[in-house]
């Protein structure tokens, strides 16, 4: 992973270049303050303070210079306003002239993420470190930093070096940083109690054997949450075989786990006063002579019984037993993240992951965190009025409604099933994957809705702040 601890340091007066931020409504009074050739340099080089665009400015030696960069609005920095330029300055140190950097120290830190652990190694790019006198936020914007590069990583890695036992193994790394339980439920899902998961992933290779990670941390007296996340370490749809390009980025299929994963660590890192319960279900949904097939029935953890309408609707099962034992522990909160459906992309396109919740006042509390923290999430209806589409002639429920209609929403409304009324609740259906890169936020896998979720927790629970 990469390091980011000496990517942000204090303001001592070290030696650093300065960094001039400036937005489009200032430029025309802060040229008026700059010598001639300054101005005819930025006007050269066609600067106009826009987001994202910066100039180097010379000084009066030759080794002499200094940068000056646009942002939308200098009122107020959003995360990703200095990304551009942690990716593409010299290495080195710097400091911004005046102002806090605040949030944006976000986006100068995961700018310089990287995943190589594939590539030829190469003499790679200096770091470029950034001075601040905002102390007492350098750890906390680190622990952000290394979240979402645990997401990353995880989602960024193929299935083959990515398969259940590699997400236990993340799982108990986690776990043994902040003294944390970690159980894991493996071999005979069926016999163990987990009928769903034991389905889904029994055609795979045993070295992909399902199993139920769990992580519990934190005081017994405090407030019960629980996080789930969808483990699905590659997903060929079963025997309802994908095409092979819906195929070829089902790699990322784990990336609920991944969000899981990276929210435990921030709870734990942030030491909030929760009693944490962390469920992975992990499997590969393979194809074999042994595996599940269209028109099955499984009876679920729960006792509901299930037929199947797709196999490859097969994250919505596994998440149905995970979310029957988090419910048997009567927590005050269950947060899942899955990489569940299509329909969501389609609905709110791929930087948004749709967001279901029973309780209003939650989701008003999401929505606001996520535009304090510039990680939006987008609302769909729980609408109980699409539950006939999940009507089974023969069992409970259908895993997969027919038509085509509301995916993203029946799906959610199957997961509903499987969670306690008396449970606040939280489902979100989310990409973890950039198709093309942003400032701060290169092409591939990716946390959406992690820091959104992190910070109403804080609002929530940490009473300190």
């Known amino acids: 992973m990469t390091d980011f601890s000496d990517l942000l340091k204090a303001d001592n007066n070290q030696s650093a270049r300065s960094i001039q931020i400036i937005d489009a409504s200032g430029l025309e ?23 994202h665009e910066h100039a180097i400015v010379p000084g009066d030696g030759p080794a002499d210079w200094s940068v000056v960069a646009g942002v939308a609005s200098r009122g107020k920095l959003g995360a990703w306003c200095l990304a551009r330029l942690a990716e593409t300055l010299p290495e080195g140190t710097y400091r911004l002239t005046e102002g806090a950097a605040g949030a944006a120290m976000l986006g100068w830190l995961t700018a310089q993420y990287r995943f190589d652990r594939y590539r030829k190694e190469e003499p790679g790019t200096g770091a470029r470190i950034l001075l601040t006198g905002e ?38 790394k986690v776990a043994g940083r902040f003294d944390a339980a970690c159980k894991v439920t493996k071999g005979d899902m069926l016999e163990q109690g987990f009928p769903m998961i034991h389905a889904v992933g029994k055609a795979a290779d045993r070295s992909f ?14 407030p019960k949450v629980a996080v789930v996340g969808k483990g699905i370490c590659f997903d060929s749809g079963g025997l309802d075989i994908k095409p092979s390009a819906a195929m070829r980025l089902m790699k990322k299929d784990m990336g609920g786990a991944a969000h899981a994963l990276a929210l435990a660590q921030l709870i734990m890192g942030a030491r909030l006063p929760v009693r944490l319960h962390l469920l992975i279900p992990a499997a590969e949904n393979a194809i074999a002579g042994n595996a599940f097939r269209p028109g099955d029935i499984l009876r679920s953890r729960q006792g509901l019984t299930v037929e199947i309408g797709n196999t490859d609707a097969e994250g919505r099962l596994v998440l149905g037993d995970a979310l029957t034992l988090a419910g048997e522990e009567n927590p005050e909160l269950i947060i899942d993240y899955a990489t569940l459906t299509g329909a969501a992309r389609v609905a709110v396109g791929p930087d948004l992951p749709a967001l279901f919740t029973n309780d209003d006042a939650l989701a008003a509390g999401l929505e606001a965190a996520g535009g304090e923290v510039d990680d939006p999430t987008w609302r769909l209806p729980l609408w109980d009025g699409y539950a006939d589409m999940l009507k089974s002639d023969v069992a409970d429920i259908n895993n997969a409604g027919e038509g085509g209609f509301a995916g993203a929403i029946t799906a959610a409304l199957f997961l509903k099933r499987f969670v306690p009324e008396s449970a606040r609740w939280v489902h979100l259906d989310t990409f973890a994957w950039r198709p093309s890169s942003r400032p701060g936020r290169p092409k591939g896998g990716e946390a959406l809705g992690l820091r959104a979720v992190f910070h109403m927790l804080q609002q929530r629970y940490d009473h300190k702040k």
């Not at 997401?151 to 890695?157: A, H, I």
């Open 29 to 51: 009074a802060w040229l008026a303050s700059q010598p001639e050739r300054v101005r005819s340099l930025l006007a050269a080089q066609k600067f106009r303070a826009k987001a």
């Open 135 to 172: 102390i007492a936020q350098i750890e906390p914007m680190v622990r952000l930093a290394e979240a979402v590069a645990l997401v990353r990583d995880l989602v960024n890695t193929p299935a083959a070096d990515m398969g259940p036992g590699e997400l236990e193994a993340a799982a108990r």
């Open 209 to 222: 054997a399902p199993r139920l990670i769990e992580l519990r941390w934190g005081d017994p007296k405090h």
